[in-house]
Nanobody, 120 residues
Framework: VQLQASGGGLVQAGGSLRLSCAAS????????MGWFRQAPGKERELVAA??????YYPDSVKGRFTISRDNAKNTVYLQMDSLKPEDTAEYYC????????????????WGQGTLVTVSS
């Protein structure tokens, strides 16, 4: 599986961005998909995951971020609303057969990062 992330950019606080991650390969539908982020000097953290059973968000983004997937297009999205300066980070999409850990950033496949910068 190859993952290609896009959609990052510069936005003012309170604004919105939508990230996209296009996947190649026939196994996209069988994999859990997630978005992680890594700010300078910080650990990579899971910010959204979509499973057949539902979705996961940490408290830091709950109610502001929405993950979705379009299996027909082999694409997963991350809609980010009410952005805050602390959301500034490199964002990575990821694919995994297992559920994503909320403690350690692990995945079977990673996309390249897309930079999100939120100005105050």
């Amino acid at each position: 599986v190859q993952l290609q992330a896009s959609g990052g950019g510069l936005v003012q606080a309170g604004g919105s961005l939508r990230l996209s991650c296009a996947a190649s390969g026939r196994t996209f539908r069988s994999r859990n998909m997630g978005w992680f982020r890594q700010a300078p000097g910080k650990e990579r953290e899971l910010v959204a995951a979509v499973y057949w059973s539902g979705t996961y968000y940490p408290d830091s983004v709950k109610g502001r971020f929405t993950i979705s997937r379009d299996n027909a297009k082999n694409t997963v999205y991350l809609q980010m609303d009410s952005l805050k300066p602390e959301d500034t980070a490199e964002y990575y999409c990821a694919a995994s057969l297992k559920p994503f850990s909320t403690v350690v950033a692990l995945a079977d496949y990673w996309g390249q990062g897309t930079l999100v910068t939120v100005s105050s």
